[in-house]
């Protein structure tokens, strides 16, 4: 009779404890992350010359590299994201917490196009390569590679702000 009642006094210890520890469970609310201006890239269309002006934030360090536009709900039309690398090789991108559609714009060293992966969907971990070698990839928003009529060949060219 003893046992019973320790064992009964366990499992309402039990019990107890574990609603506590569930109610108490804490909420993280996640940081905004905004748009930091380092500098200006421009597309010059090969066909036409038209040159296309965008604010850009750029990602050069791992982190920022293995962070990029996540945790976002959206980004202006006239801002991207540049991917620099330390070589040219073929690179792979996915959409994994990235909340919002993207382009994504391969680029060669010698700062030409070499592909696109278009409107890529928004937290999707499926494989988006480069189908090419690549040392810059630009992020833009979805179907502005499409609007923009931009080819293989078209070129860019950017600066850093000068804090940057």
């Known amino acids: 009779m003893l046992l019973k009642r320790k064992v009964i006094i366990y499992v309402l210890l039990a019990v107890l404890t574990f609603s506590a520890c569930k109610n108490d469970k804490k909420i ?3 940081t905004e992350v905004s748009f930091t201006k380092e500098g200006s890239l421009s597309i010059i269309k090969d066909s036409d010359s038209t040159k296309i002006t965008l604010d850009i934030e750029i990602a050069d360090t791992d982190f920022d590299i293995q962070t990029g536009l996540m945790y ?6 006239n801002r991207a994201m540049l991917f620099v690398f330390k070589d040219e090789r073929e690179h792979s991108f996915y959409m994994k ?22 409107n890529a969907v928004p937290y999707d971990e499926s494989s988006l390569p480069s189908n090419g070698l ?12 499409n609007t923009w009529q931009l080819s293989v060949g078209d070129q860019i060219n ?7």
């Open 72 to 77: 976002r709900d959206s980004m202006k039309n």
């Open 158 to 164: 950017f600066s850093k702000s000068p804090t940057n």
């Open 97 to 118: 917490n990235t909340e919002f559609s993207i382009d994504l714009i391969y680029i060669s060293a010698d700062k030409s196009i070499v592909s696109f992966q278009e």
């Open 28 to 30: 993280i609310k996640q």
């Open 134 to 145: 690549a040392q810059y990839v630009l992020e833009v928003n979805a179907g502005l590679v």
